[in-house]
């Protein structure tokens, strides 16, 4: 005779008790054994709730064969991404590791002291600014300053120039990992949905709500400021280089990362080195650096990003803000897609929970079925 609850009937506190302690044991194993996917899992799962539109639409032309239609977008993605981010690796570590080499170069042959002598009469003129408050630069101190900062910006770009060309054998791995993930969630990926909406607690009404949020979280931080990132990271990166500034790719990828940041963007690249340039006393290179990049900046971050995704990410900037930052400093790159996902998903679940629960709370649950007569 076997002791199983009867379909249909309410299980007993001893089975709820064992099952959900055997559950909690399962994830937390399973959340171990899939922790080091993460990041790729997680943009897997982003990059099919964008493309699959397109590929119903594939699918529709292919007379309903999915797994072609598929391969075919995982393909795509494999020649349009994954060769021109490599061989922007591939550069950027060269530029790194160049930037380092220079540095490093000036000031062990005193050429740094040099430049610094022939610059006196800016040097002059920026203690007259700093009379007022009773401090005053020398060359010495002016190069003590530069050299500990050069030495330590060298050995930054070095250390991550080697990260970069260390690593490119793991991101070729983890970029075909990501597309067989896709792969497998664009031809099952109804399957899958179908089995969450049955397994987890909310209504599936709640559900879709908050996936709906998430995609359009998603399809902002991808489609908007990706374009946007994309189109700041080129226009600083040739403008770099039109002017002699060495690391113009280097410093184009660095723009490409910090324009997703709202408001401050590439401003954080193109301010300080036009400061230095305008120091160094080469004022029309100042400008030619400063006024495009500062028009290409403003013209994205207030008419295209508005453009392309208007509020569909329904979230406050300064949250939009924390969360990119924060995610970064707590995941890594990842950060910059999973900040805003993350605070996107506890604002839905906060919001249904104000509405539909916080009204009932404290009050006891009562079974589906059960009649609520007083």
Not at 52 to 70: D, W
Not at 85 to 109: D, G, H, K, P
Not at 298 to 311: C, D, I, N, Q, S
Not at 312 to 320: E, G, I, N
Request: charged share 15%; with cysteine; hydrophobic share 55%.
């Amino acid at each position: 005779m076997t002791n199983q609850t009867p379909k249909g009937e309410r299980p007993q506190k001893g089975a709820w008790i064992g099952l959900l302690f055997a559950l909690a044991v399962c994830t937390a194993v399973v959340v171990m054994v899939l922790a080091p996917f993460f990041s790729v899992i997680l943009l897997a799962v982003v990059a099919a709730g964008l493309i699959r539109p397109s590929y119903l639409e594939l699918v529709r032309a292919f007379h309903g064969r999915r797994r072609a239609a598929a391969v075919l977008i995982c393909v795509l993605l494999l020649v349009v991404l994954l060769v021109p981010v490599y061989l922007i690796a591939q550069e950027v570590s060269e530029e790194a590791l160049a930037i380092y080499e220079m540095s490093t170069t000036q000031l062990t042959q005193g050429r740094l002291m040099e430049i610094l002598e022939g610059r006196q009469h800016q040097i002059d003129r920026v203690n007259r600014f700093l009379e007022p408050f009773g401090t005053e630069l020398t060359i010495e101190r002016v190069y003590d300053l530069l050299a500990t900062f050069g030495v330590r910006i060298g050995g930054f770009f070095y250390k991550q120039g080697v990260s970069v060309a260390g690593h490119l054998v793991r991101f070729v791995f983890g970029f075909v990992f990501w597309v067989l993930i896709l792969y497998y969630l664009l031809i099952d990926g109804g399957a899958f949905r179908s089995w969450v909406e049955a397994t987890l607690p909310l209504p599936v009404d709640e559900q879709k709500l908050v996936s709906h949020r998430f995609m359009d979280m998603a399809s902002s931080l991808v489609i908007g400021n990706g374009v946007a990132a994309i189109i700041q990271g080129i226009a600083g990166g040739v403008i770099f280089g039109l002017l002699g500034i060495p690391g113009a790719i280097l410093w184009g990828v660095v723009m490409a990362i910090l324009a997703f940041i709202p408001v401050v963007g590439i401003s954080l690249v193109y301010i300080p080195f036009t400061i230095f340039l305008l120091i160094a006393g080469e004022n029309t290179r100042a400008l030619l650096l400063f006024i495009p990049l500062a028009v290409v900046a403003t013209a994205v971050e207030y008419w295209l990003k508005p453009l392309l995704v208007g509020r569909r990410a329904q979230m406050h900037t300064l949250l939009v803000f924390l969360s990119l930052i924060g995610g970064v400093m707590a995941f890594g790159a990842v950060g910059l897609l999973l900040g805003p996902l993350m605070m996107t998903a506890f604002l839905t679940l906060a919001g249904i929970y104000r509405e539909h629960y916080r009204p009932f709370a404290g009050e006891p649950c009562v079974e589906k079925g059960e009649n609520q007569t007083g």
